[in-house]
């Protein structure tokens, strides 16, 4: 049983699986802060208002940003390939993602240093930036891998990529990124309507309602067009070698309008997380009008789970296709680090995973509550 642990093949397809894990990990958590940030300006009017919404994630922010952290440290060591392609060729849309995480923890510690109200309400601008432009732009780079990236590599497996920052903000890739706003602003109103009191939380359940609907339109919408063709597709056309080197120039691959849909034909039972992906954000809004705070946080989280994980569904086992030369695109099974890494790598996250779930239970377990405008005034000034 070690020995097949530890076999290439099972090691590549874990450390997917794993990936997969921690992307969904920072979504389902540090997405709802995401979201309670997008909602800031909009839910809460008064500046206690505005305390309360701040005061749900202040707490916890940290901690689940680290699943950010954990993923791109993934990528870098599981898969340095597709780090080299996709946080190079990403830069510019990184590098804004990067400005508008900045803004929260400066947003935090500065807004209540000064009671002026213009003071506080830039600040308050800030946080909603450090809340729908990483939203926006991690869904557009979610689009842009769908349609393919173009990029090569040179004989000496030098990665070069040919696009633009413009070039990734197109019509389909935005259209996606709409999907990943949406779903986080839900997840956030959810949090809010679970973790506040009074008329933040009755403003949340309306705005709730709505972007969980446009969730669920939005991604079904999407489903569409992958059934079109117009989100791109690409197949494997040669014999995969599990266990093979990691070279991504030995293989051949095809664009085809409709591999995305490949591995659901296949496996029938796979419809399953594409369809809770349309359902889950449709239980939460009826969740929301039914005021049944918990379910509906637990339906907008397995939403958050079931349209990420639809997307690395359909593209198993391509992790980012070429769009300039198919045949140079990076897989699960010739992009990996080399079998010691992995194996050693695995080791450490079974060690060190458990010990990080159970301080982040026992951190939620501590700040249970609700939190409203007494709870604040009560806190003094060690609230936000």
Same mark, same amino acid.
């Given at each position: 049983? =070690?020995?097949?642990?530890?076999?290439?093949?099972?090691?590549?397809?874990?450390?997917? =699986?794993?990936?997969? #894990?921690?992307?969904?990990?920072?979504?389902?958590?540090?997405?709802?802060?995401?979201? #309670?940030?997008?909602?800031?300006?909009?839910? %809460?009017?008064?500046?206690?208002?505005?305390?309360?919404?701040?005061?749900?994630?202040?707490? *916890?922010?940290?901690?689940?940003?680290?699943?950010?952290?954990?993923?791109?440290?993934?990528?870098?060591?599981?898969?340095?390939?597709?780090?080299?392609?996709?946080?190079?060729?990403?830069?510019?849309? !990184?590098?804004?993602?990067?400005?508008?995480?900045? !803004?929260?923890?400066?947003?935090?510690?500065?807004?209540?240093?000064?009671?002026?109200?213009?003071?506080?309400?830039?600040?308050?601008?800030?946080?909603?930036?450090?809340?729908?432009?990483? %939203?926006?732009?991690?869904?557009?780079?979610?689009?842009?891998?769908?349609?393919?990236?173009?990029?090569?590599?040179?004989?000496?497996?030098?990665?070069?990529?040919?696009?633009?920052?413009?070039?990734l903000l197109n019509p389909l890739a935005l259209y996606c990124?709409?999907?990943?706003?949406?779903?986080?602003?839900?997840?956030?109103?959810?949090?809010?309507?679970?973790?506040?009191?009074?008329?933040?939380?009755?403003?949340?359940? *309306?705005?709730?309602?709505?972007s969980a609907i446009i969730t669920a339109v939005l991604f079904a919408g999407g489903g569409v067009l992958v059934w079109l063709?117009?989100?791109?597709?690409?197949?494997?056309?040669?014999?995969?070698?599990?266990?093979?080197?990691?070279?991504?120039?030995?293989?051949?691959?095809?664009?085809?309008?409709?591999?995305?849909?490949?591995?659901?034909?296949?496996?029938?039972?796979?419809?399953? @997380?594409?369809?809770?992906?349309?359902?889950?954000?449709?239980? %939460?809004?009826?969740?929301?009008?039914?005021?049944?705070?918990?379910?509906?946080?637990?339906?907008?989280?397995?939403?958050? @789970?079931? =349209? =990420?994980?639809?997307?690395?569904?359909?593209?198993?086992?391509?992790?980012?296709?070429?769009?300039?030369?198919?045949?140079?695109?990076?897989? #699960?099974?010739?992009?990996?680090?080399?079998? %010691?890494?992995?194996?050693?790598?695995?080791?450490?996250?079974?060690?060190?995973?458990?010990?990080?779930?159970?301080?982040?239970?026992?951190?939620?377990? #501590?700040?249970?509550?609700? *939190?409203?405008?007494?709870?604040?005034?009560?806190?003094?000034?060690?609230?936000?």
């Open positions: 049983m =070690i020995e097949f642990l530890f076999d290439y093949e099972t090691l590549r397809v874990m450390w997917w =699986i794993l990936l997969g #894990v921690l992307l969904i990990g920072f979504a389902a958590t540090d997405g709802f802060d995401m979201g #309670v940030g997008a909602l800031l300006t909009f839910v %809460a009017k008064t500046d206690a208002e505005r305390r309360v919404a701040i005061n749900t994630i202040g707490p *916890v922010w940290e901690g689940n940003q680290v699943w950010f952290i954990l993923g791109g440290g993934a990528i870098f060591a599981a898969w340095p390939a597709l780090y080299a392609v996709s946080f190079s060729g990403f830069y510019l849309a !990184m590098f804004l993602v990067l400005l508008a995480l900045i !803004m929260r923890p400066v947003g935090f510690k500065y807004r209540s240093k000064r009671p002026d109200p213009a003071w506080r309400t830039r600040w308050d601008w800030a946080l909603f930036v450090g809340g729908a432009v990483p %939203a926006l732009i991690f869904g557009v780079a979610v689009g842009n891998t769908l349609q393919g990236v173009p990029f090569h590599f040179t004989p000496d497996l030098r990665p070069v990529y040919e696009g633009s920052l413009f070039g990124g709409l999907v990943s706003l949406a779903m986080l602003v839900t997840h956030g109103a959810a949090w809010l309507t679970f973790k506040a009191e009074g008329s933040v939380a009755e403003r949340a359940r *309306v705005v709730g309602t709505r063709g117009l989100l791109g597709g690409y197949r494997v056309t040669s014999p995969i070698v599990w266990d093979g080197p990691s070279n991504p120039l030995v293989k051949t691959v095809v664009a085809d309008g409709g591999a995305w849909l490949g591995n659901f034909h296949a496996h029938p039972l796979l419809w399953i @997380v594409p369809g809770l992906g349309v359902a889950a954000p449709l239980l %939460a809004a009826a969740g929301f009008q039914a005021r049944l705070e918990g379910w509906t946080f637990i339906a907008s989280k397995l939403g958050v @789970v079931t =349209i =990420i994980a639809t997307v690395g569904l359909a593209m198993f086992p391509i992790l980012l296709p070429s769009s300039s030369n198919p045949g140079h695109s990076l897989a #699960v099974f010739d992009a990996s680090s080399s079998r %010691a890494t992995l194996r050693n790598m695995l080791i450490a996250t079974v060690i060190f995973m458990p010990l990080i779930l159970a301080y982040t239970a026992w951190v939620y377990r #501590v700040l249970w509550g609700k *939190v409203g405008e007494k709870s604040i005034e009560k806190a003094g000034s060690s609230a936000y």
